[in-house]
Each structure stands twice: as structure tokens, then as C-alpha cells.
């Protein structure tokens, strides 16, 4: 007589549930060699829990996943009650596994009027997994061209200094200006990733002095002080500029200028 699968070891009860899965979801499994039989039967049952939820579809606003929260206006508020009544609903949302993240700097009075006049009319999917948080971004909302446009300067010559050219792809755009024409941006990462490997690049300062933004074109113009060791230390303190072009909703290096480096 046939062993019943809940009397057959776990390891086995997984590779089942592996391949119902599989077999009825299309999943596809990495090495779960790290996990124990426990944490992986755990891992999959969520992960069922998850797909099922899913399937049915149920849909419904952040506020009304909350209760209904009856929230002042911010008009009508001080600031310090504003904080409190902010506290407030960010533990209500966090007791419901809704989290809202704020990348940038912004006021705590623009926070709350976002989330009692947009968030809580947002819907979303019900999801039913223990733990397993709905996550908001501000900035998804209200983008702040100017900070991402910063920020990604800032870490394109961060991912220089370090050589992880593997993290370029995600930066660079489909095709980039280099010595006067346009390459695909693999071979473009190619190149500089040739031309860097051999060298050691040392930022000393790196200081934002002009964005400029036109439609779905930008140029962010930085004063960068640096020094690069190719068995002759040379240092340079240069006016240097990235232009970027916008692409699903995100902003791509397509040409890059920095005096005394061929990239």
C-alpha cells in the first residue's frame, strides 16, 4: 500500500510540493541547499499561500484594509499633533503589513496629506502570508527628479571606484555616446571596464554644481577631485558631466565626460 505523502519524510514532501508547483504555477526552483527541510517546507508553504491569495483576486483600498481610519486633516492639525497623529498611522498600516517608504527629505506635513488624501484611496491586493509586507514608495508617487539624478551620479562613480562594472548594465542606456558615436551599452561596458581594470581611482571630492532638465533629457554637471594610479599617480580637479536620458520611468546614463579618464 502506498505511503500517504504526509507520512512520507519532509525532504520528499517538498520535492512533491516542488513539483505541483512547478507543474501548476510554472515555478521554477534555485538551490535551496542552504535551508534546512524545515525552513524550505515553510518557504513553499508560503509561497502556496502567496499563489492562492492571488488567485482570488480580492482587491481593496488601503483604507479599507485599516478599518476606515478616521484621519484629521493636516490643515488642521500643529505640527506636533501632525507627528503624533503620523505615528499613529504608520504603526496602524505597520499592524497591517503596509510599510511606506520616503527616499528623500520631505516634510512631515506633506507625508501625512499624502497618506490621508492618496494612499488610503490606493488599492491594492489582498495578500494573506504571515509577515509579509505590502510596500508604498513616496517618491513612486511624486518622483523628485532632481535627488534620483544625484543619487545616480553619485553611484556611477561610486561603481567605478569599486570596478562593479556588472552593476553598470542598470545604469547605462540602451546605447551610449562614446568618442563621437553611439555603441550598445555592453560594449560600452566592455571599454571601460578595460580602461578602469588597470587603474586605481581614488574620489577625493565629488560636488554636484548643475542639473539641467528638458523633457526626458538631463545633464548632471559635478566638480570632481580625484586621483588615479597607473604606476604614475596623477591628479585631477575637473568640471566633469553625465547626460542622462528618461525610459520607463527611470533615468539612464547616455554619455559620460570626465576629463583625464577615456570613458
Known amino acids: 500500500m502506498d505511503e500517504s505523502p504526509d507520512k512520507l519524510p519532509l525532504e520528499f514532501q517538498n520535492e512533491l510540493t516542488k513539483l505541483k508547483l512547478s507543474a501548476e504555477r510554472g515555478a521554477v526552483f534555485s538551490d535551496m541547499a542552504n535551508l534546512s527541510p524545515e525552513e524550505e517546507a515553510k518557504w513553499l508553504e508560503n509561497l502556496q499561500l502567496f499563489e492562492e491569495s492571488i488567485d482570488k483576486g480580492i482587491v481593496k483600498k488601503v483604507k479599507d484594509i485599516l478599518g476606515n481610519p478616521q484621519l484629521p486633516k493636516a490643515e488642521d492639525l500643529t505640527d506636533a499633533d501632525l507627528a503624533d497623529e503620523l505615528q499613529k498611522i504608520i504603526d496602524l498600516m505597520h499592524a497591517h503589513f503596509i510599510s511606506l517608504d520616503v527616499l528623500y527629505d520631505v516634510p512631515e506635513r506633506v507625508v501625512y496629506t499624502f497618506i490621508t488624501d492618496e494612499l488610503m484611496e490606493q ?96 545633464e548632471v554637471v559635478f566638480w570632481l577631485s580625484y586621483e588615479v594610479d597607473s604606476g604614475i599617480t596623477l591628479y585631477q580637479e575637473q568640471m566633469a558631466k553625465l547626460a542622462f536620458e528618461h525610459d520607463l520611468g527611470y533615468w539612464y546614463i547616455c554619455e559620460v565626460t570626465i576629463p583625464g579618464l577615456d570613458i
Open 123 to 218: 488599492e491594492m491586493e489582498v495578500v494573506k502570508m504571515p509577515d509579509m509586507f505590502t510596500c508604498f514608495i513616496y517618491e513612486d508617487f511624486h518622483p523628485n527628479d532632481m535627488e534620483d539624478l544625484k543619487q545616480y551620479t553619485e553611484e556611477f562613480i561610486d561603481s567605478l571606484v569599486r570596478k562593479e562594472f556588472d552593476f553598470l548594465s542598470g545604469m547605462v542606456s540602451k546605447e551610449v555616446r562614446y568618442h563621437e558615436q553611439w555603441v550598445p551599452s555592453q560594449q560600452y561596458i566592455d571599454v571601460i571596464t578595460v580602461v578602469l581594470e588597470e587603474l586605481e581611482l581614488t574620489i577625493e571630492a565629488l560636488e554636484i554644481h548643475e542639473i539641467i532638465i528638458t523633457d526626458l533629457k538631463a
